[in-house]
């Protein structure tokens, strides 16, 4: 492993909360982040030329990252 980011995103308004048993992040926890774009702008730059990259739910990583 090169390097780790770890960072809380701020979901888009109206987004539900299914699984906060799970992990514990509910609305609360997530208020004060920044939203996913603000927090592509830093990471971006990490990740160009990767050509590996972990993903829990890669799949859907994947499409997210690309909108960016």
Same mark, same amino acid.
């Not at 960072?7 to 987004?15: E, K, N």
């Not at 514990?24 to 160009?48: H, K, N, Q």
């Given at each position: 492993? #090169?390097?780790?980011? $770890? @960072?809380? +995103? %701020?979901?888009?308004?109206? @987004?539900?909360?299914?699984?906060?048993?799970?992990?514990? +992040?509910?609305? $609360? @926890?997530? /208020?004060?982040a !920044?939203?996913? /774009?603000?927090?592509?702008?830093?990471? !971006?730059?990490?990740?160009e030329?990767?050509?590996?990259?972990?993903?829990?739910?890669?799949?859907?990583? %994947? !499409? #997210?990252?690309?909108?960016?």
């Amino acid at each position: 492993m #090169v390097g780790e980011h $770890e @960072t809380l +995103i %701020r979901p888009p308004p109206g @987004t539900s909360f299914d699984f906060v048993s799970l992990h514990g +992040i509910g609305p $609360e @926890t997530v /208020a004060g982040a !920044r939203p996913f /774009a603000a927090v592509w702008r830093s990471v !971006r730059p990490l990740v160009e030329g990767v050509w590996f990259f972990a993903a829990h739910n890669a799949a859907f990583e %994947r !499409r #997210v990252l690309r909108a960016c």
